[in-house]
Nanobody
Framework: QVQLVESGGRLVQAGGSLRLSCAAS????????MGWFRQAPGKEQLFVAA????????SYANSVKGRFTISRDNAKNTVYLQMNSLKPEDTAVYYC?????????????????WGQGTQVTVSS
């Protein structure tokens, strides 16, 4: 059983930056691909970014390419999401998730462990 706890969400102005963190416990962190998803009010949960267990493979949603960067520190059992040039449409609850796979995946259903989420609000 893997527990995931996100942090770092807050209110920020458009054009600003945030770094989200997701701390994992209860499993062998490096054996899990990690992903970030987000859900805006009244909308479905969408893929944001994913990273393989060794960090060699990364995938981004088109909407965040060039603005967001996913990374991980396996020594600290933590995955990060650096978000730059934030827009009001980035406002959402951001979730991290873990999948028992060697690659990267962008499909919500393939992730087996989820955090509780952290709220990111971008004001215009």
């Amino acid at each position: 059983q893997v527990q995931l706890v996100e942090s770092g969400g807050r209110l920020v102005q458009a054009g600003g930056s945030l770094r989200l963190s997701c701390a994992a416990s209860g499993g062998t962190f490096r054996t899990y691909a990690m992903g970030w998803f987000r859900q805006a009010p009244g909308k479905e949960q969408l893929f944001v970014a994913a990273i393989s267990g060794n960090g060699a493979m990364i995938s981004y949603a088109n909407s965040v390419k060039g603005r967001f960067t996913i990374s991980r520190d396996n020594a600290k059992n933590t995955v990060y999401l650096q978000m730059n040039s934030l827009k009001p449409e980035d406002t959402a609850v951001y979730y991290c998730a873990a999948a028992k796979t060697m690659g990267v995946i962008d499909t919500r259903g393939d992730y087996i462990y989820w955090g509780q989420g952290t709220q990111v609000t971008v004001s215009s």
